[in-house]
């Protein structure tokens, strides 16, 4: 995919295995923050989080990849269906951020998944994963004012596009 200081960036399925380790990279609350939707009944619970994914392992609807360089995981890139539209979304690692890694992963994943169009959504404060989506060719095509459970307000949520 891309090569980084610490080797390539490669997707592999998720496995239950994993779920430790991802439970504890969603842990960070600067990622927290900018994600700003994220669930509140699992975030936390590390033994509610992994009931959560192990219902979504089996959902041959979803697709979820680990995102790793050089064997070590450093986050996630998932694809969902929701009220008929595909969405996707990514968690890399806060030391890996700024390396160009989601946006390795997001277009691995868009290689796999080949539905259009897909959707992304964000934060509008979330700069970075703003980013991320428009150099996967996604194109902002609205906005919404959502609650947001991370930051506990409702702030405006950017609907981003890809065809």
Do not use: H
Not at 62 to 76: A, D, L, Q, W
């Amino acid at each position: 995919m891309t090569e980084d200081a610490g080797g390539a960036v490669a997707l592999r399925d998720l496995r239950e295995d994993d779920l430790p380790t991802m439970f504890e990279i969603q842990l960070d609350d600067t990622a927290r923050y900018l994600a700003a939707f994220v669930d509140d009944k699992t975030a936390l619970d590390r033994d509610a989080y992994v009931r959560k994914f192990q219902k979504i392992l089996v959902d041959d609807a979803i697709v979820t990849k680990v995102v790793e360089i050089g064997g070590e995981i450093v986050g996630s890139a998932a694809a969902f269906p929701i009220e008929g539209d595909t969405e996707v979304t990514y968690w890399i690692r806060k030391d890996w951020w700024g390396r160009g890694v989601a946006t390795a992963a997001l277009a691995g994943l868009l290689e796999e998944v080949t539905v259009r169009p897909v959707y992304g959504r964000v934060a509008e404060d979330n700069l970075g994963s703003v980013r991320v989506l428009e150099r996967n060719g996604f194109v902002l095509i609205g906005s919404e004012e959502s609650f947001a459970s991370a930051r506990q307000a409702t702030i405006t949520e950017l609907i981003y596009k890809r065809s």
